[in-house]
């Protein structure tokens, strides 16, 4: 097979879908890999990197998506939907529910659209977000802290205070991978934390797992209200997998927050959790401000921590790449149920339900799909 490595073309989108070891597990494979000039760069991988591994280097972005398979790290950008053809296998995060254009664009062109974020194990759990979400959640502690500070327009608190003086209060909303990990951050810098969510077994394990140091509070209207209105630093962390991100937090609930806080909605990629929040934001340009408050709602935050995060994600996204490409994508998906889960479009139908709910388009099990199409 021949796997395609475009550059990423996002705002500040400095990962890459691909290392050198990665690389090195396809040629061992039979396959091709065709990365594009300087693809790497942004993550400290060089061409000469990855020729010594035995990719080629292609001049274009149209040379690394005339692939069997096409690797990516974020979902394609409309300059990007011209490549598009049936039965191209694209790998990537997609993030549908809020692009309806983009998802249009694969079904017309019965492109095979395979989304990190909606590969699924038994447990729940979403092991090609996961290590995103670290990344993110931890960053948007930092961020805050950041933008807290008065000559980013904060109002000039400092997290952990200091002895005599009370402690900034951080309110994370949606208590899974992101919500843990900014919690983590929070708590080491010294502020108080509560975390937020609907499911109350979570609650639980956050409790235990934060030995009762973080203030945990069941996800409804009333609590929202009145932890957001406390808060200097707001942390949107909520995900229904698939699904557009539900608004939990409404204008009047932001109007309520004292001039100076910080929001950040880490979950702007699956539409953002905030009524305020009304566009996203990138890394060039990464808040606005309304009702004194700061939003920031970058899409692709990993991107800045390129380096880290290429590697943490691919790490896990290669495995499931080299099983594509080693046993075909259909025989891939009938044998991984996990990865079936992360088929969004295929063959011009929707195969993800809260995608097609999202969209109100018709939706068919990707076995059934399958079925037909061989
Ligand atoms: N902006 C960026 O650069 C990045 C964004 N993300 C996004 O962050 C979001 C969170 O991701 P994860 O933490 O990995 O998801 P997760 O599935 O681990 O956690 C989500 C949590 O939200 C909770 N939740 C669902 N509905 C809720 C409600 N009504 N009220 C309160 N809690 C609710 C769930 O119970 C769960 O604990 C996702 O949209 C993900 O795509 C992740 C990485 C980077
Ligand atoms: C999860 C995601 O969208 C990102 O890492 O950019």
Redesign the pocket.
Known sequence: MIVGIPKEIKNNENRVAITPAGVAAFVQGGHTVRVENNAGMGSGFTNEDYTTVGAEIVATAADAWAADMVLKVKEPLPSEYGFFREDLILFTYL?LAPEPELTRALLEKKVIAIAY?TIQLDSGA?PL??P??E???RMSVQIGAQFLEKQYGGKGVLLGGVPGVPKGEVVV???????TNAAKMALGLGANVTI????AD?LRQLDDLFQGRVQTLI?NSFNIANAVKKADLLVG?????GAR??R?VTEEMVQQMSPGSVIVD?????GGSIETIDRITTHDNPTYEKHGVIHYA?????GAVARTSTLALTNVTIPYALQLANKGYAQAIRDNKPLAKGVNVIAGKVTYKAVADTHNLPYAPVEEVLLVKN
Do not use: Y
């Open positions: 993030h974020e979403l977000l996961m995103m979400s990344v993110a959640g909303i949606g208590g899974g991978i992101v919500g937020i969510d609907v499911n979570r996800s962390a909520v995900l229904i997998p991100a539900p939990l880490v979950a702007i990629d699956q970058v899409a692709n935050m990993p």
